[in-house]
């Protein structure tokens, strides 16, 4: 079993940045491949950026550019930095997680982020 929590978000200004948290635990970690999604109101939940156990890492066409995802296999943890933000960034954040080669998915309870002025 994987916990999943988030934690980072908040209210921004357009322009502004914000850097989202996911710990895991109760996991290998190190074997665990990250993705964060979100899901503004009334639309569907969406990949924003994603890191495989091996490293590697993809972006949505949005995000390319203005995000950045890293891990941190020694505390456990994965990192979304958001710059640049714009209005049509908010959302409530998401972490998941799934082992390779597995198709179990493990979620947190997200995160909102509130781009506004």
């Known amino acids: 079993q994987v916990q999943l929590v988030e934690s980072g978000g908040g209210l921004v200004q357009p322009g502004g940045s914000l850097r989202l948290s996911c710990v895991a635990s109760g996991s290998i970690f190190r074997f665990l491949a990250i993705g964060w999604y979100r899901q503004a109101p009334g639309k569907p939940r969406e990949l924003v950026a994603g890191?495989?156990?091996?490293?590697?890492?993809s972006y949505a066409d949005f995000a390319e550019g203005r995000f950045t995802i890293s891990r941190d296999n020694a505390r456990n943890t994965v990192y979304l930095q958001m710059d640049s933000l714009k209005p049509e960034d908010t959302a409530v954040y998401y972490c998941?997680?799934?082992?390779?080669?597995?198709?179990?998915?493990?979620w947190g309870q997200g995160t909102q982020v509130i781009v506004s002025s």
């Open positions: 998941n997680a799934r082992y390779k080669g597995t198709a179990v998915d493990y």
């Open positions: 890191v495989t156990s091996g490293g590697s890492i």
